[in-house]
């Protein structure tokens, strides 16, 4: 079964406006990990969170880590078209050395 | 080179065929993965090398899946008697160090039998 579950599964919104994705996890983590893809190619990571951070910041995304409700938050402020992609979390558990990921959240950005 | 390649970009093949896909991980990087993508779905682990360990296999969904990776470098995944539900996006990764950390991906074969 998936490690992380993204939520919601498709987001649309309007440019300048804010997107939030959740991403939920069943077992304890060491690290928690947000990547984007675009039009099904290569994943970029975007952020990486620990599990004793709570928040994390770069440019325009905010990351969250809440480790008692096992989830996290990526908010995008501001957003513009080219965030369209979607969006996937990842994470390892325990001394697993494979981090599995979501289905993820396919964000659409209207100019 | 500055990031992990794939090649090739695209392929397409008939059911039965055999298919090689190569990736090239970050120079350095010591542990590797393999994953698949089907169609507006996330990715399912395949493989994991690291190192001169013992490649962690548990992911590979049938025994028509193999994979090798010579030299602790460059890495082949073949696929032996291809069917449709095969079709996918099959992406490679590397890391620096293994275990949770950030995952450097390739562009990823695009993979199509008909």
């Known amino acids: 079964s998936q490690q992380g579950e993204e939520d919601p599964q498709a987001l649309s919104i309007q440019e300048g406006e804010n997107a939030t994705m959740n991403c939920s996890y069943k077992t304890s983590i060491n690290n928690l990990q947000w990547y984007r893809q675009n039009s099904g190619r290569g994943l970029v990571h975007l952020i990486l969170?620990?599990?004793?951070?709570r928040e994390k910041h770069s440019g325009r995304l905010r990351v969250t880590l809440d480790t008692s409700k096992k989830s996290s938050s990526l908010l995008i402020t501001a957003s513009r078209a080219a965030d369209t992609a979607s969006y996937f979390c990842a994470s390892a558990s325990g001394g697993s050395y494979i981090p599995t990921f979501g289905r993820g959240t396919s964000l659409i950005v209207h100019p | 080179g500055a990031g992990v390649s794939q090649s090739p970009s695209n392929k397409v093949t008939e059911k039965g065929k055999d298919v090689e896909l190569r990736c090239d991980p970050i120079s350095g990087h010591t542990a590797l993965y393999w994953y698949r993508q089907s169609l507006g779905q996330g990715l399912e682990f395949l493989i994991y090398?690291?190192?001169?360990?013992?490649?962690?296999k548990s992911g590979l969904p049938s025994d028509r899946f193999s994979a090798e990776r010579t030299g602790g470098s460059v890495s082949t995944l073949t696929i032996q008697r291809t069917q449709q539900e095969d079709s996918a996006v099959y992406l490679c990764a590397s890391t620096g160090q293994g275990a949770g950390d950030t995952q450097y991906f390739g562009p990823g074969t695009r993979l199509t039998v008909l």
């Open positions: 090398f690291q190192g001169n360990s013992a490649p962690d």
């Open positions: 969170i620990r599990s004793n951070e």
